[in-house]
T-cell receptor
């Protein structure tokens, strides 16, 4: 079955370190998204991509970057981790269907990141 | 830009009680609407979705939602909740024709069902 997997599931890192969270999907979806989930804020969009070599900033993109070199992967990099980036990170993907945007997003299991 | 409001932060119900969770969105154009559920420690799963047509949509596990365009609402309902419905529920909107596929989420409603 097609799926979307995130790794690692849990990560503890120190302030100032660079961290990369992996996201890999086998749905062959063009669209991929990174969200962070925090108490009282729900899910907020960090970055997204609509295809290879395409990346866009979301609502809370400061301190994060992504790259899309193939369809399957959208790694999220924290350039210099800060305590404010302690959160649960979810990757999601969805399909493009021409001009119809009747698509739902499929989510990975999440990565719990703690910055100390 | 669109936004989503979920009125209740935490709802506590006894088993067999009826459930209604409110969701309102702000966007003047056509929208796709979703309800996702997140069981403790798990990822988000789709409960139901509205794209067009019948404004009353049925999802999994006995959930349904009604799209009322004039009220910009998409409330989630279930006639009789079970302990296994304890979870967090998120309403989300995607603006059609706005050139985007991204979802905007509400802040979530935590549902606790007491046996």
């Amino acid at each position: 079955d097609a799926e979307i997997t995130q790794s690692p599931r849990h990560k503890i890192t120190e302030t100032g370190r660079q961290v990369t969270l992996a996201c890999h999907q086998t749905w062959n979806h063009n669209n991929m998204f990174w969200y962070r989930q925090d108490l009282g804020h729900g899910l907020r969009l960090i970055h997204y991509s609509y295809g290879v070599q395409d990346t866009n900033k979301g609502e809370v993109s400061d301190g994060y970057s992504v790259s899309r070199s193939n369809t399957e992967d959208l790694p999220l990099t924290l350039e210099s981790a800060a305590s404010s980036q302690t959160s649960v990170y979810f990757c999601a993907s969805s399909e493009q269907k021409g001009t119809a945007r009747n698509t739902e997003a499929f989510f990975g299991q999440g990565t719990r990141l703690t910055v100390v | 830009a669109q936004s989503v409001s979920q009125h209740n932060h935490h709802v506590i119900l006894s088993e067999a009680a009826s459930l209604e969770l409110g969701c309102n969105y702000s966007y003047g154009g056509t929208v796709n609407l979703f309800w996702y559920v997140q069981y403790p420690g798990q990822h988000l799963q789709l409960l139901l979705k509205y794209f067009s047509g019948d404004p009353l949509v049925k999802g999994i596990k006995g959930f349904e939602a009604e799209f009322i365009k004039s009220k910009f609402s998409f409330n989630l309902r279930k006639p009789s909740v079970q302990w296994s419905d304890t979870a967090e529920y998120f309403c989300a909107v995607n603006a059609k024709g706005a050139g985007s596929y991204q979802l905007t989420f509400g802040k979530g409603t935590k549902l606790s069902v007491i046996p």
